[in-house]
């Protein structure tokens, strides 16, 4: 019985001196092989296309997500599903003012604050910051091996790009675009 109970508190003592000096780890995305894709809808349809990362990185400690930081090349925004003067004209609206601003805010954040590890992934909190304001976010984010993905949807008029919501102007019609746009991240690393 004593063996027993000697072997139970050295098996105690590895896990808590594996626990207690558990090493943070930097994970580094891969910028050129990660994905980010976009979509926005309206009344009338939608449009989608992709915006770059300029870099980002996570730390991991055991199985939790520490902290991470990813920005994206807002001056990246591209469309996909139109050709010619239209994609150049959408583009360029996208870029403005009256939606992301990129001469003034060529970058957008978002910070990990934590990501607790559930049996779908890791449910991640942070802040997003686009066009200068800053607001929380939550998401599931799955990781395979050296791939993580995430889909989030994000409601452009808590960052000031109300141009065509129906939520700040009346009358829009067929004109109306809706206030979520959705992100689809492949993150490579």
Do not use: C
């Amino acid at each position: 019985m004593k063996t027993n109970i000697f072997k139970g508190i050295g098996a105690s003592v590895l896990i808590l001196t594996t626990v207690a000096f558990t090493k943070p780890m930097e994970k580094e995305m891969t910028v050129k092989e990660s994905t980010i894709t976009w979509k926005g809808k309206k009344i009338t349809g939608s449009h989608y296309g992709s915006i770059n990362l300029s870099k980002g990185s996570m730390i991991l400690e055991g199985d939790q997500i520490k902290s991470g930081e990813f920005v994206i090349d807002m001056t990246s925004i591209a469309v996909e599903d139109l050709k010619g003067d239209s994609k150049g004209k959408l583009e360029g609206h996208l870029k403005s003012d009256d939606f992301f601003g990129v001469a003034n805010h060529p970058t957008s954040t978002l910070v990990i604050k934590s990501g607790n590890k559930t049996e779908d992934g890791f449910y991640i909190n942070g802040d997003i910051t686009i066009k200068g304001t800053t607001e929380p976010i939550a998401f599931l984010l799955k990781m395979n091996g050296n791939s993580a993905t995430a889909n989030l949807k994000i409601d452009r008029t808590k960052f000031n790009v109300r141009y065509g919501s129906g939520s700040f102007f009346d009358n829009l019609g067929d004109n109306t675009i809706y206030d979520d746009f959705e992100l689809d991240v492949t993150l490579k690393f």
